[in-house]
């Protein structure tokens, strides 16, 4: 089980009080979305504006980490004023290394700046000096981009619609580029497909609009689901 934006059901999604809940819970690895604000900070945020999970409003990519910093990102969860503020990627690392836990990092890229951004995750994952951790997104430029600048490191593929790019061509682009697993959503989810893709030895991950149970959760591995991305692990 990993945590989904550290437990996000049960704490402000992405933030270090979301994290730390899901290793008191007794998870081993958490999911965070990370990229970059306007002065190249990578930083801890699902969307591309500020509007939903904190106070302010507008583009991420049109403010500096110092003026999200200063954001709460935790009143849209408590319906009050707090302190709990947007963190870098540098304080999550720095816990994560602490703790020695698991960390999947999903690359949320400002678009025309995917590159860029990849260039400045990598930098703070350099710095850190850590290797309990692994990379995915949906947007394939990111994808390569990583593994052309850090072949070393772990990266999956996230594909959130198979009517798009479908299954065989999914397949051959993570045998192409090395991508070592593929996340794909629970409407998705058949044995059939889990075995196509383990037939070539590319593992799969399920996540979900909503929290998945344990039902549901006990079927998905029962049908060689390496992994299920959990809102409350509960």
Do not use: M
């Not at 049109?62 to 004023?81: M, P």
């Not at 678009?111 to 309990?132: F, R, T």
Request: net charge negative.
């Amino acid at each position: 089980l990993i945590g989904h934006r550290g437990v996000k059901d049960l704490k402000p999604e992405n933030t270090l009080e979301s994290i730390l809940t899901a290793f008191d819970l007794g998870l081993e690895c958490v999911e965070i979305d990370v990229k970059v604000s306007k002065d190249n900070i990578p930083l801890l945020l699902h969307d591309d504006s500020l509007d939903r999970t904190t106070n302010g409003s507008g583009l991420v990519c049109d403010f500096t980490f110092d003026e999200i910093n200063k954001l709460d990102a935790g009143y849209y969860f408590y319906k009050s004023n707090t302190e709990i503020k947007v963190p870098n990627l540098k304080s999550v690392l720095d816990l994560v290394k602490k703790k020695q836990k698991y960390l999947n990092i999903e690359l949320k890229p400002n678009k025309k700046y995917e590159e860029l951004n990849v260039k400045n995750v990598l930098q703070e994952i350099k710095q850190a000096s850590y290797d309990k951790i692994y990379f995915s997104s949906f947007d394939l430029l990111s994808c390569v981009s990583l593994k052309e600048s850090a072949p070393h490191l772990l990266c999956g593929f996230l594909n959130d619609n198979f009517s798009k790019v479908n299954i065989n061509d999914t397949i051959d682009i993570c045998k192409k580029y090395n991508f070592f697993s593929c996340g794909i959503n629970l409407n998705f989810f058949s044995s059939s497909i889990v075995n196509q893709f383990v037939e070539n030895e590319i593992q799969v991950t399920v996540y979900a609009d909503n929290n998945i149970s344990k039902v549901q959760a006990q079927n998905l591995l029962s049908n060689k689901v390496t992994s299920i991305f959990i809102d409350d692990p509960r």
